[in-house]
């Protein structure tokens, strides 16, 4: 009688328990549904800005989507419903990123051709010398003017890529202009300015 009783309150239990389980399915589809909406908003622009942050809700969502797919609702709602909050973070944390690069950006992109400008100018009268200073040889001018092409097209590249949306990208490569910039005006003996040498 006492065996019938537990197994009896055993069933009970489980059938309490798949029932609960199975009425976790609806909401945890929802909560999936809001979730992914959330996140598809704010993934191509987190891609760009904050990659590694992109990838971890990515991955925080295809783990809720697994628990669904094994029958795990419950487990599956709990980390679907924090999803669209997590997104709302990031959205809010790359948009100051992207306006950090941005002012980034402006500043660059006034410094860095008056830079470029003045190496073309001292290059362009050295090469019209009838006679070289003492402290320019050839291979120096020749050096100048190797480096003048690759700086020309740095910036170039820099500039395609803020045209296109990227401002990372171009903050990144205007950034890695400094070494070679500061190197040229070395050679031609013009003053390096501070914000190079940093």
Request: charge should be positive; proline fraction near 4%.
């Amino acid at each position: 009688m006492l065996r019938q009783i537990r197994t009896g309150l055993m069933l009970g239990l489980v059938v309490t328990l798949a029932v609960a389980c199975a009425s976790d399915k609806g909401p945890a589809e929802a909560a999936l549904k809001a979730a992914d909406e959330a996140i598809s908003a704010v993934k191509a622009e987190a891609a760009r800005y904050m990659p590694e942050q992109a990838r971890a809700l990515e991955a925080s969502l295809a783990s809720a989507k697994d628990k669904f797919g094994k029958g795990d609702y419950t487990a599956a709602l709990t980390e679907a419903q924090a999803l669209p909050a997590k997104a709302k973070d990031l959205a809010a944390a790359v948009a100051a990123k992207k306006a950090e690069l941005t002012r980034a950006w402006q500043c660059m992109s006034t410094r860095k051709p008056q830079v470029v400008d003045a190496i073309k100018s001292r290059v362009d009268i050295l090469s019209q010398a009838k006679k070289l200073p003492a402290n320019m040889t050839a291979d120096k001018l020749a050096t100048a003017k190797a480096g003048l092409a690759e700086l020309t097209q740095s910036w170039t590249a820099a500039t395609e890529a803020f045209k296109a949306g990227n401002v990372s990208d171009a903050v990144a490569k205007a950034t890695a202009m400094k070494p070679k910039a500061a190197e040229v005006l070395g050679i031609l003996g013009m003053p390096v300015p501070d914000a190079l040498k940093a």
